[in-house]
């Protein structure tokens, strides 16, 4: 009696640190990935600060920091296999964010300190031919007084205008910004493209997180076979007994082909009453070893392994 109720007191205990430890692994993700996304928001914010600050050389070398940091932090997220991709696209639509919002920032100030002025054009040109590149259009403009109109020449996308055309435009009276038409000067656009990088950021961070939350599911139901394949037979209407399933594991190992690494690959999930150690077993007495390296999800099986499945 005594040594039973040690039993029952035993298997509580490790169902109670079992439950806690799962807790631990759904908490600690979302914990995680909103500390990520303010470090993201605190980044980007920090490098559209410095914008007019840095040159080019030092804005790509702390972006190249900044993204190896990130592809840090997004492995910690758990799915490991697409966290480098996954840190690229983040740090390439922050970087775009950023560009974004200096373009909305100079139009917002091109606005509040700019002036409408009649100008007429008096040259224009394009830029020079690169390959397939678009090629803008430049108007160098003076006004009535004949006067150049202060800052850089204005730019647009199409022949718009015409050499001695009047047009109107908003310049710039300290000569630092492009003058632009009250039409090329609305921010409104830019400052949704910049919210809209900024969001992707932070989607592909939810996403990792869902990612690396699904892969711990999966190492659960590695570990914990027999609940996750009562419900893939239920789900999925496999009803074949393990026999069978061994059955059809040898077929596959006979008539699949092997990959050009002379693997060949099954999914476990099609032989749910068949354990990674059974399997291996029956791998072994077709003279054939289990690879425990690398599976990313499937089970491998070849004549040579990096690291064999034990199947005693």
């Known amino acids: 009696m005594l040594w039973e109720q040690k039993r029952v007191a035993s298997v509580s205990g490790a169902s109670s640190a079992e439950e806690g430890a799962r807790k631990r692994r759904a908490r600690y993700p979302v914990l995680l990935a909103a500390g990520i996304g ?4 605190a980044v980007a914010t920090a490098m559209f600060v410095l914008t007019d600050g840095l040159g080019p050389v030092a804005q790509i070398a702390l972006w ?7 592809i840090v932090l997004i492995r910690r ?3 490991k296999e697409s966290s480098a ?13 950023v560009y974004v919002a ?7 100030t091109l606005q509040h300190r700019g002036k409408k002025v009649a100008a007429r054009v008096v040259k224009e040109w394009r830029d020079p ?5 678009a090629r803008d259009h430049h108007y160098a403009l003076e006004h009535k007084d004949g006067t150049k109109v202060p800052g850089p ?4 996308a199409s022949d718009e205008f015409e050499v001695g055309q009047t047009i109107i435009v908003i310049e710039d009276p300290k000569g630092e910004l492009r003058p632009q038409t ?5 921010a409104t656009g830019d400052a949704l493209g910049s919210g809209a990088f900024a969001l992707a950021a932070l989607g592909a961070v939810g996403w990792m997180t869902w990612r690396g939350s699904d892969a711990a599911r999966r190492r659960d139901a590695r570990k914990q076979p027999g609940g996750v394949r009562k419900a893939y037979k239920t789900v999925t209407g496999n009803h074949s007994t393990p026999e069978q399933q061994e059955e059809r594991l040898r077929e596959a190992m006979r008539a699949y082909p092997a990959d050009r690494r002379g693997y060949i690959k099954v999914h476990p999930e099609e032989y749910p009453d068949v354990t990674q150690k059974r399997a291996a077993r029956i791998a072994w007495e077709m003279g054939l070893h289990a690879e425990a390296f690398g599976n990313r999800g499937s089970w491998r099986f070849g004549e040579t392994v990096i690291e064999e499945v034990s199947h005693d």
Do not use: C, E, N, W
């Not at 991709?85 to 964010?97: D, E, G, Q, R, W």
């Not at 020449?153 to 647009?156: E, Q, S």
């Open 38 to 41: 303010v470090y993201l928001l």
């Open 64 to 70: 190249i920091v900044h993204g190896l940091l990130v």
């Open 77 to 79: 997220l758990g799915a």
């Open 85 to 97: 991709y996954a840190s690229l696209f983040i740090v390439l639509t922050s970087a775009m964010s």
């Open 102 to 108: 200096d373009v909305a920032r100079d139009d917002l």
């Open 129 to 133: 031919a690169q390959g397939r590149q």
């Open 153 to 156: 020449a204005l730019k647009a």
């Open 182 to 186: 009250p039409g090329q000067a609305d």
